[in-house]
């Protein structure tokens, strides 16, 4: 098996998979700017199983993305082989399973962050994925779920519990995203216990991840856990080259700020590749990402009314050719 997570340089500089964000259009751009590993979007498992063209549709990608990694949710163990080998045929690098969702829809159906609650069917995902694919596996999930309000008997499953679920089974990748089921998206990450996760966990990369704030805290915060890499989610909104910016911090102590011919030629790239991936009808999804790029130009306020509705790539450039 390839397993390209061992060959990544460190530290590890990667995106996470989000939803509506991380189409190809959006890993492109990343890979661009110096992104080690990409992420799909979540798809389900089930799905996968039912050959859905939605789905299959989600995981088309460039070849300059590699190496891509599509993760998978989805609480039903037997979805998961059929999904593994159809996510392989798509010759992709590795699949990641989500264990941190707490959408509803996912983690109110005991998906995503509440299969923690029933670490042996955990275990059971993981390695039947394991058995059924070539390539390696890796598993994203938070620091802890706690006990939930009124159910004291659902009691409280940490980073540490599903490591040692694990730890006979050769995963290759663990992402951690450092807060809790309790507080998704707000508020700092647990540092201290991505630390010792990073530790406890011994068959494969430790990448960190939340609460990015800058790129030097990004260094401090990888020198503090000893964490393999870090992936990167909304900080990367309307900004990219972040993970330049962070790489040549790491190498040379100090990185370069970014210009805005580099920012409207990364926006105006971003939106001829989201056009041919997905067409007029879905190209009103980059009217989010340009809100992003021009966000803290004097001028912004003006150019987001006519961002706002702009219908293709060319309308793009001709808001942008004279600033
Ligand atoms: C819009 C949105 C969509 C997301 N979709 C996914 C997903 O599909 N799979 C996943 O594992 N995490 C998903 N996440 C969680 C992120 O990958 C990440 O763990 C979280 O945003 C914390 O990182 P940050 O504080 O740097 O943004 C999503 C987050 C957001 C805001």
Redesign the pocket.
Known sequence: MDNFWQKLNKPILS????????DTAWRQICKMWGADVV????VSADALNYDSKKTLKMLEYHASEQPVVV?I?GRRIDMYPKAAKVVESLGVAGI?I?F??P?KKVAGHGG?ICLLRDLDTVKKIVSTTIESVNIPVSV???IALNTVQGHPEKGKTTVFDLIETLADLPVASM?I???TYET??TGP?DLENLKKAKLAFKTGTFLI????QTIESVAADLKYTQADGI??????YGQPWLFKQIRDYLETGTYQEITWPEIKDTAIKHAHLLYQSKGEKGFKEMRKHLLFYVKGRPDASTLRKELVQVENPEQVEKIFKNI
């Open positions: 995106m996470t998979p989000m939803a509506g964000i991380t992420f799909t979007e979540f993760q949710f990641d989500n941190g969702c959408a995503g994203k999930s938070r992402i995203h450092g807060r998704p998206f990450v991840n939340g609460s990015f992936a990167l989610s909304r900080a990367l």
